[in-house]
């Protein structure tokens, strides 16, 4: 079985950049480089009443240095999880720091690596239900963080629409819509 035999920080900031060198089942050492900048959540707000979803548009900065034609994504609100903070909690925090809205329950779909190949993140995804009394305040993200964020309500009709053109460039927003799809399809109708 593959080993961990050491870390060495190359860099600490917002994140740290490892050099991992690993041991390969024949014994084979290699050197690879690892990000890690901690676990997050990501919620897919939607109100099954009015067929939308809450979603955020915000620069992305991968994209952007990855020469992007829109470095702005749309995305489901989310963010890292707080020392000391359960998935759940950090998932309502985020919607409703993002987007303005109070969700109670969290339907779990799980907790995946998102970029497996370089990074130690695990993000947990959750669909959450709202009302249109739940939508509180005006979201749009923490000022001190300069995350300039335009909230975005979307028709679940839409956001399918988006998904099977392959328009939707945000993997977990991609992954939490199709969960809610493959669960709740009449939801992606056409509006009653």
Not at 113 to 120: E, L
Not at 148 to 173: C, F, Q
């Amino acid at each position: 079985m593959a080993k961990l035999i050491s870390t060495d920080i190359l860099y600490k900031g917002w994140s740290t950049l490892y050099r991992a060198t690993i041991e390969l089942d024949d014994g084979l050492r290699l050197a690879r480089e690892v990000e890690d900048h901690g676990a997050a959540v990501a919620v897919l707000p939607y109100d099954p009443e009015r067929r939308v979803a809450l979603l955020v548009r915000q620069l992305r900065n991968g994209p952007l240095v990855a020469g992007a034609e829109e470095p702005r994504l749309l995305e489901a609100p989310a963010g890292l999880i707080d020392s000391g903070e359960d998935a759940a909690t950090a998932g309502r925090r985020e919607a409703m720091e993002e987007v303005g809205v109070e969700i109670g329950e969290l339907e779990p779909l799980g907790v995946s690596f998102s970029c497996p190949g370089v990074s130690t993140e695990r993000i947990s995804l959750y669909l959450g239900q709202y009302g249109q009394a739940d939508r509180i305040a005006e979201g749009g993200g923490l000022a001190s963080e300069h995350e300039n964020i335009e909230v975005v309500e979307l028709p679940l009709a839409e956001l399918a629409r988006l998904a099977d053109a392959g328009e939707l460039a945000d993997l977990k927003t991609l992954a939490l819509t199709l969960h809610l799809r493959l669960r709740r399809p009449d939801l992606f109708d056409a509006a009653p």
